[in-house]
């Protein structure tokens, strides 16, 4: 116990901070890793004081909505990829550096993923080069940012000053020229740019955008990696012209396009793969009567059923069942009590069909060779 928990002082793990303002990036960045609360069996619960029981109660439900980072095939396949570009970017100032987009479907984790890679990419490179720049700033590697909706060229510049927290007053002119001056003093490397689905899609508005984002990438030694959902649909990367004039579009040839799947149970090996993320969350959980196979067996289908595959989903789907598990003292997942959590409309909307397929044997996420076995 803390000594301010001594003195009566809970806070709980908590991490209230925003990655798009540079303290929430180093708070996100440079956090600790948290402990796993310990497993208590139901005697051991029955035991603890009510306010030591709050406090379990408390830490048990910051550790499940803050699962992982897990690495699942999807990640580590991204992060790969992204590595490739980014690490392949050491050109010289005069050069633009290739962009990435990483353009799926909502619910997949793929902010996630990048700002675990943005993440990992900070800290190694505060390892090699040290946490201040031979002119004694500190070093950013990493800036993040999410755009809002039908973000024009201005906002999306006073977007990287707020990151900065410089002043965003001025034309998007003068704030560009702000932020290049930061970028160059605190070294940083990588724009990471979410939600890039909200800039203005007018067509005038696209080709502008698509010369500003080209106009980055030529004066910011940085390398761009973009977040959306539909991004090559809009016409972005094609800078808004007309089929018969995209091989013209610099953006598209300057930009990688990278995506992400969701979980599928159509080859023997997917269904290994969701049965190996299934095991991985069950490990994590704290709950008392938790028991080996809670959903990697019992919940296979099920959860599958329920998230139809999109790693959000499970994960927002588990969070609340545990949250819900320890409310009722239920203390493990099953059907039952997984029927009265509530999930994404997203995940209702493709339920029906999936589980329709699932209960009539047509789909199974279960993988034959664990079936043969038990057979056996």
């Known amino acids: 116990m803390s000594r301010a928990e001594e003195a009566g002082v809970f806070e709980g793990d908590d991490r209230q901070y925003s990655p798009t303002r540079l303290e929430g990036w180093l708070a996100f960045a440079n956090g600790p890793e948290r402990s796993q609360p310990e ?78 890679y943005g993440r990992d990419f900070h800290r190694a490179q ?17 800036l993040y940012i999410a755009l809002s909706g039908n973000t024009r060229i201005r906002g999306l510049n006073a977007a990287i000053c707020r990151f900065y927290g410089l002043p965003t007053r001025g034309d998007a002119d003068a704030l560009a020229e702000r932020a290049k001056d930061a970028v160059l003093s605190l ?12 800039l203005d899609a007018s067509a005038r508005a696209t080709a502008a955008m698509a ?7 030529n004066t910011f030694p940085v390398t761009l990696v973009y977040i959306g959902v539909g991004v090559r649909a809009r016409g972005i990367l094609t800078e808004g012209l007309s089929p018969d004039q995209t091989l013209h579009a610099q953006f598209g040839r300057r930009t990688t ?26 490990h994590r959980l704290v709950l008392a009567e938790k028991y080996p ?10 959860l599958l059923a329920r998230s139809s595959g999109h790693f959000a989903s499970l994960m927002a789907l588990i969070n609340r069942g545990c949250l819900r598990a320890v409310r009722t003292r239920h203390e493990r997942l099953d059907a039952g ?24 044997g047509l789909l199974t996420s279960r993988p034959q060779t664990r079936r043969s076995r038990k057979s056996a």
Request: charged share 30%; glycine share 4%.
């Open 39 to 116: 497993k208590l069996s139901r005697s051991q619960l029955a035991a603890l004081s009510p306010a030591a029981l709050l406090r379990h109660n408390d830490r048990r439900a910051v550790w499940h909505a803050n699962l992982g980072p897990i690495k699942t095939p999807q990640l580590l396949h991204l992060h790969d990829e992204l590595a490739e570009i980014v690490e392949s970017n050491r050109h010289d100032g005069d050069k633009a550096k290739p962009a990435a987009l990483v353009d799926a479907y909502p619910g997949l984790g793929k902010s996630t993923a990048v700002l675990e």
């Open 126 to 142: 505060i390892a090699l080069r040290g946490e201040t720049t031979p002119q004694g700033h500190r070093r950013v590697p990493v």
């Open 187 to 198: 070294k940083t490397a990588v724009f990471i740019i979410d939600d890039i689905h909200f």
């Open 211 to 217: 010369n500003h984002l080209k106009f980055l990438a």
């Open 257 to 282: 396009a990278l995506s992400l799947r969701p979980f599928q149970v159509d080859t023997e090996e997917r269904r290994l793969e969701w049965r190996r993320l299934l095991l991985t969350i069950e």
């Open 293 to 302: 196979g809670m959903l990697a067996d019992d919940l296979s289908d099920y």
């Open 337 to 360: 009590l997984m029927d009265q959590v509530n999930n994404d409309a997203a995940a209702e909307e493709a339920r029906r069909e999936l589980a329709a397929a699932l209960d009539a």
